[in-house]
T-cell receptor, first 114, second 117 residues
Framework: AQTVTQSQPEMSVQEAETVTLSCTYDTSESDYYLFWYKQPPSRQMILVIR??????QNATENRFSVNFQKAAKSFSLKISDSQLGDAAMYFC???????????FGAGTILRVKS | EPEVTQTPSHQVTQMGQEVILRCVPISNHLYFYWYRQILGQKVEFLVS????????KSEIFDDQFSVERPDGSNFTLKIRSTKLEDSAMYFC???????????????FGPGTRLLVL
């Protein structure tokens, strides 16, 4: 069974600084997708970034980028120039290609200090 | 930008009562999902729905749960006889298709917060 592990329950970053959130996963599949979702206090789930496993290039969305290491089964999220609005719970998630269910990690609470 | 909508945003019910949670997925999306998140815990998959039938369900999704797409736009989750442990945030999600990039991305609604007393 696929599992997703986020080893950092909580992280803090100073406004305008950079922070990296860790995620590792376990799968025997070769084709799959990885996601980072943000959940602010409103508890809505907002897609941050997506990575296709068949792509070697790391995905980037504005201030958000990932470091995808397929062999190590690692998928970290880097947030540059952190803003107060980035404060939220961040979930790493996995789905196999042609699969149905997203498998989520336990989440990392990110606090941004002004 | 199209988005998934859910109603109600909050629901309080008595144990043993039936509840129906409603979702309007993004139009032209073909795959629909329900997830739940008990407070302080991770998001858990409940069920997926495609082509008017359940394509996969978790062990959580027992006989008390059912899903339906009663018309071309709504997707509902019914809990037949609610228990205290059903108290959670319920998320609906949809995705366009399968097999490539954006097709595999699930977009979530804002959730329905269910409280069973």
């Amino acid at each position: 069974a696929q599992t997703v592990t986020q080893s950092q329950p909580e992280m803090s970053v100073q406004e305008a600084e950079t922070v990296t959130l860790s995620c590792t996963y376990d799968t025997s599949e070769s084709d799959y997708y990885l996601f980072w979702y943000k959940q602010p206090p409103s508890r809505q789930m907002i897609l941050v970034i997506r990575q296709e496993a068949y792509k070697q290039q790391n995905a980037t969305e504005n201030r958000f980028s990932v470091n995808f290491q397929k062999a190590a089964k690692s998928f970290s999220l880097k947030i540059s120039d952190s803003q107060l609005g980035d404060a939220a719970m961040y979930f790493c998630a996995y789905v196999m290609e042609y699969g149905n269910k997203l498998v989520f990690g336990a989440g990392t609470i990110l606090r941004v200090k002004s | 930008e199209p988005e998934v909508t859910q109603t109600p945003s909050h629901q309080v019910t008595q144990m043993g009562q039936e509840v129906i949670l409603r979702c309007v997925p993004i139009s032209n999306h073909l795959y629909f999902y329900w997830y739940r998140q008990i407070l302080g815990q991770k998001v858990e998959f409940l069920v997926s729905f495609y082509n008017n039938e359940i394509s996969e369900k978790s062990e959580i999704f027992d006989d008390q749960f059912s899903v339906e797409r009663p018309d071309g736009s709504n997707f509902t989750l019914k809990i037949r006889s609610t228990k205290l442990e059903d108290s959670a945030m319920y998320f609906c999600a949809s995705k366009p298709g399968q097999g490539a990039g954006v097709q595999e991305t699930q977009y979530f609604g804002p959730g329905t917060r269910l409280l069973v007393l």
